[in-house]
Nanobody, 115 residues
């Protein structure tokens, strides 16, 4: 069973940056379209950034220009660089495949942005 392990979250002030990492237990990052999702308290999980196998990226409007998704195929890891963080970015962040065929969700990593 594939395991996804997210890390890099923390408590930061508005305007600061964080870099999240998502490590997969098997070789999936290079052959799958991957995404970063987040779930804020009381809200549904939403997709914030995606990267295709060909390296194309897309972002939710709310994070466009501030977040950057990337991956290191050799390390089987997907990253999310988050700059200019806002209090509304506070959420648990997860990675998973794009599309309907999801892997088992990891525990996520909590990002808290104070104003």
């Amino acid at each position: 069973q594939v395991q996804l392990v997210e890390s890099g979250g923390g408590l930061v002030q508005a305007g600061e940056s964080l870099r999240l990492s998502c490590a997969a237990s098997v070789l999936i990052v290079s052959i799958n379209d991957m995404g970063w999702y987040r779930q804020a308290p009381g809200k549904q999980r939403e997709l914030v950034a995606g990267i295709t196998g060909g390296g194309n990226t897309n972002y939710a409007d709310s994070v466009k220009g501030r977040f950057t998704i990337s991956r290191d195929n050799a390390k089987n890891t997907v990253y999310l660089q988050m700059n200019s963080l806002k209090p509304e970015d506070t959420a648990v962040y997860y990675c998973n495949r794009l599309g309907a065929a999801k892997l088992s969700w990891g525990k996520g990593t909590l990002v808290t942005v104070s104003s």
